[in-house]
């Protein structure tokens, strides 16, 4: 089944077929920003430190 697809997707992927050399360059940009290596011990701390709000927190009672 094919599926929509916008404009903007269709755009994207000829330009990058003619421009392939933009590959490298788009992975450089994901790792700066998303792909970053992951400290279990430091997600635990956060975990252990998160304090629990209440349901609506502008409430006066309690």
């Known amino acids: ?7 903007h997707t269709k755009f994207m ?3 990058m077929e003619k421009h392939p050399e933009q590959v490298e360059e788009q992975k450089k940009g994901r790792a700066l920003w998303w792909d970053k290596p ?12 998160r304090v629990a709000q209440k ?4 409430s006066t009672e309690g």
């Open 55 to 58: 349901p609506y927190p502008y």
């Open 38 to 49: 992951q400290d279990l011990e430091t997600q635990r701390e956060y975990a252990a430190g």
């Open 13 to 15: 992927r000829e330009w």
């Open 1 to 7: 089944m094919a599926g929509y697809e916008s404009e």
